[in-house]
């Protein structure tokens, strides 16, 4: 029998720890937290200095937890001593607490040790159990802090917005923050006007090649304003506003003989970038792989937990991926030097070893990601790592590597050319030596133009040297509007405002699409009118403050500070609920006037004429209602005609679009998935019209020369949600939608289905059988009647890469026919889960 008793979160962590411990050695997983405050009571004693009440987790659908505490105690029981090898983190601690709490026995007492590493390796591992520690109370105090911090503010906030406005809404001291730099994006992008204004390029040939482009930079002693519009034009600078100037500027010009002034070059450095820390993996592995957050962070755990590699059994691939230090440990930078000496050469690896400079307030008792054995190459590990694993660690052992290699060098050369009172100017760089950038570069997530410019070769010219003008044109251009947030973008703009940390930013990201609070169209974040509202109500109700960047930030650092022993986690909690508590009195008023607020307009009803319509807050911001016949309407237009939202501060609104339904008025709406056209005839006329972002009226229903099989009425062609569908022209009454099916019968035995189109909610194509839900058969990819040619199956995939363009597999999980020799045939082609559809 095992003499002692490891407990880690996860079976993958278990059974990678397990062989390198040996026989003396029982490892158990606790699955994660095994007590948590109450799922239906607030669990926190305010008056008692916050006391928090902690259950165990009741059972969940996957998870029997009173088995798996049960089973830890038995153990615990019966060990000699009891290792708690949790996260190296404030989760971790808090974990480990509540296991001693929970598991280890009382009576007798049993000697408890804390086990910490940043990697799990046979090395790390053994370092670790030969100097066990206690587990530290100032992180598990912070871990608790932030646990009741969320629950207050998500407990006593949630209830409240709810009654504001409606519905099932939760607010979140971290996630309502993160609403708020998105909406407040967005306002800005509304709110943008935008400035004309013009370049002139000419495009010049030297006595040799090649011919290239170079820009007015000058004219007289003023420099051509590009840039920085916010601020008032100077008397040093000119701005180019218009096609009369600018065509007056290229006649002048095109007289005027073209001559160098000045030719400067000198050499550039460009320095490798430090290992990532999790914000970073985040944002790169957006910006490179596509990946969202939540994805980077689980693949990343799986790696670091441990992945089977045939022999050697499961190996810990990465350093535990939630830090925020770039430290490197001695051993890691050696044999990262030894490698890159081997690999590449003398002339890629710098004299010492390089050594980067967290944050201020990083934890260094953590590392940097990086490989754990940096000789396992992606390359050599491609047969045992799934293709998102693989391409992950790829992206982590490349900028490793990178960061400890030599700096790339450049010569960067800027031409100024003289016409008359102009002076042109071009810039351009040729790589001398690649250094780093043999192995990676950094992603971006806007390039500018000038980047590109710079990036150009240009020919060798002497100062006094007359260029020959091949073409010289003028451009328009117009200032553009901050972009919307991308994952990449918003997390690298909550970490520079301190708010959250990178370990939550998953949670936040899933938080605010989840909630419907926000939606991702083509990568970026996009409010959605339920999202402005909850925002608007929390900001002007008086929580403006609470959900500002700057004080949650300041609440972040003071976790930190009580991490570090330097605050009492009370302390922080009474600093913080004296404020609030006045700010929850303060909304519960705001919401009693928002209910009851009714401003008086001059409008008229358009489904019974009476004039005098009242303006409210609703649940989707501001909105029209008729006090004879309640019938409502969206208050940001008088009319809906063509779905324009004319009528503002027009004399005279558009006639509204008739419905083609009933012929009743169709007008302006607005729902959770933003403006829509509703008929007037409401509630005995359905119809409505969705509106795109940029302002575009679905098209009417089209009629179809085929009839409904549910009551022989006509079918018509709609435009949803979700893209074009086919139902009965008598919706609601008839609710019949016509499947497109892919005429594959699905291949469960005794299913009588076939295997048809849907689309899940985030707009993504898949491939279900039409008995569902009594035949949960779902495929990623489409199906096609082919029979497989090994198995005899009846049909194939068909997937359609980039990389290796269309082919096709077979479905049969075993048979591994494929069309393609260098596609990685999944084991099956069936979704591990079936998505929500529309």
């Not at 158990?28 to 607030?42: Q, T």
């Not at 916010?230 to 095109?254: C, F, P, Q, R």
């Not at 098209?699 to 893209?723: I, S, T, W």
């Not at 997937?799 to 020799?821: H, I, V």
Request: proline share 6%; with cysteine; hydrophobic share 35%.
């Amino acid at each position: 029998m095992a003499k002692n008793l490891v407990i880690v979160e996860s079976p993958a962590k278990a059974k990678t720890i397990n062989k390198y411990l040996g026989k003396d050695y029982l490892v158990k997983a606790s699955i994660g937290h095994i007590k948590d405050l109450p799922s239906k009571a607030l669990g926190v004693d305010v008056d008692n200095d916050f006391e928090p009440t902690y259950e165990v987790i009741p059972d969940l659908k996957k998870r029997n937890n009173k088995k798996i505490v049960a089973e830890l105690k038995k153990a615990a029981k019966e060990a000699d001593a009891i290792y708690l090898a949790a996260d190296p983190d404030r989760e971790g601690e808090a974990i480990c607490q509540h296991l001693a709490e929970e598991i280890v026995p009382k009576r007798p007492a049993k000697p408890t040790f804390r086990v910490m590493f940043n990697e799990i390796t046979k090395r790390a591992v053994n370092a670790a159990f030969d100097h066990p520690m206690q587990i530290d109370t100032n992180m598990v105090d912070a871990q608790q802090a932030r646990r009741v911090l969320d629950r207050l503010v998500g407990y006593k906030v949630s209830p409240l917005l709810c009654k504001a406005i409606g519905g099932r809404l939760s607010a979140g001291r971290v996630q309502s923050a993160a609403l708020r730099m998105v909406v407040d994006r967005e306002r800005e992008i509304l709110a943008f006007i935008k400035t004309e204004y013009w370049t002139v390029t000419a495009n010049l040939a030297a006595s040799l090649p090649p011919a290239f482009d170079a820009r007015l930079f000058k004219v007289g002693e003023q420099t051509v304003k590009t840039g920085g519009f916010d601020d008032e034009v100077k008397k040093t600078e000119i701005l180019i506003g218009n096609e009369t100037t600018a065509g007056e500027i290229v006649s002048e010009a095109e007289k005027q003989t073209f001559v160098v002034s000045e030719v400067a070059t000198k050499e550039r450095k460009r320095n490798p970038v430090p290992p990532f820390i999790t914000s970073k993996l985040q944002q790169e592995a957006a910006r490179k792989l596509g990946f969202a957050v939540k994805r980077t962070m689980m693949i990343a755990q799986k790696l670091y937990e441990g992945v089977e590699l045939g022999a050697e059994g499961s190996v810990g691939l990465i350093t535990y991926m939630r830090t925020d230090s770039t430290r490197v440990s001695d051993t890691a930078l050696a044999e990262a030097r030894d490698f890159i000496s081997a690999q590449y050469g003398p002339p890629y690896l710098p004299e010492k070893a390089i050594h980067y400079r967290s944050k201020k307030d990083a934890q260094d008792a953590h590392e940097a990601i990086r490989p754990t054995d940096v000789a396992r190459t992606p390359d050599s590990l491609a047969q045992y790592l799934g293709k998102d694993e693989l391409r992950l660690y790829r992206l982590i052992w490349q900028r490793f590597v990178a960061s400890q290699m030599t700096p790339a060098l450049f010569d960067q050369t800027t031409i100024d050319i003289a016409a008359g009172r102009f002076i042109f100017r071009a810039t351009g760089s040729v790589q001398k030596f690649d250094g780093f950038l043999k192995l990676y570069q950094e992603g971006r997530d806007e390039k500018a133009e000038e980047e590109d410019e710079a990036e150009r070769s240009l020919p060798r010219v002497t100062k006094g040297e007359t260029l020959d003008l091949k073409k010289i044109a003028p451009e328009q251009h117009f200032t553009e509007p901050p972009p919307r947030f991308t994952e990449a973008t918003l997390v690298k703009a909550l970490e520079e405002k301190g708010i959250g940390r990178p370990s939550t930013y998953a949670a936040i990201m899933t938080t605010i699409q989840d909630r419907e609070y926000v939606e991702k169209l083509e990568s970026r974040f996009h409010p959605t009118a339920l999202g402005m509202t909850v925002n608007d109500v929390l900001v002007e109700g008086g929580f403006g403050d609470l959900f500002n960047e700057t004080y949650t930030a300041r609440m972040e650092e003071e976790l930190d500070e009580i991490e570090e022993g330097k605050l009492k986690w009370t302390d922080a909690l009474h600093e913080f609920y004296d404020k609030f508590s006045l700010d929850l009195e303060l909304f519960k008023t705001y919401t009693k006037e928002r209910k009851g607020r009714q401003i008086p307009t001059e409008e008229v009803c358009l489904k019974c004429g009476a004039p005098g319509m009242v303006q409210m807050a609703g649940r989707f911001g501001q909105y029209l209602k008729c006090l004879q016949c309640d019938a409502t309407r969206d208050a940001a237009a008088k009319t809906a005609a063509n779905g324009d939202g004319a009528g503002g501060d027009t004399e005279e609104a558009a006639e509204p679009e008739a419905c083609e339904l009933c012929g009743k008025p169709m007008q302006l709406k607005r729902g959770r998935f933003g403006p829509f056209l509703g008929c007037t005839g409401y509630p005995e006329c359905r119809n409505i019209r969705k509106i795109s972002k940029s302002g575009v009226v679905a098209p009417a229903p089209v009629p179809l020369d085929e009839k409904c099989p549910v009551d022989d009425a006509q079918l018509v062609k709609r435009f949803g949600r979700f893209g074009e569908f086919i139902s009965c022209s008598n919706y609601p009454k008839c609710k019949y939608i016509k499947q497109e099916t892919t005429g594959v019968s699905c291949p469960r035995p005794g299913c009588v289905g076939e295997l048809v189109v849907k689309k899940s909610r985030r707009g993504k194509i898949f491939y279900s059988c039409s008995q569902y839900p009594d035949c949960d058969v779902v495929y990623w990819d489409k199906p096609v009647i082919e029979a497989c040619p090994k198995c005899a199956a009846p049909f194939l995939l068909e997937k359609t890469t980039k990389k290796l363009g269309t082919f096709r597999y077979c479905a049969k999980e075993g048979c591994g026919y494929t069309t393609n020799e260098l596609a990685t045939v999944p084991k099956t082609g069936a979704a591990e889960k079936r998505p929500a559809a529309r």
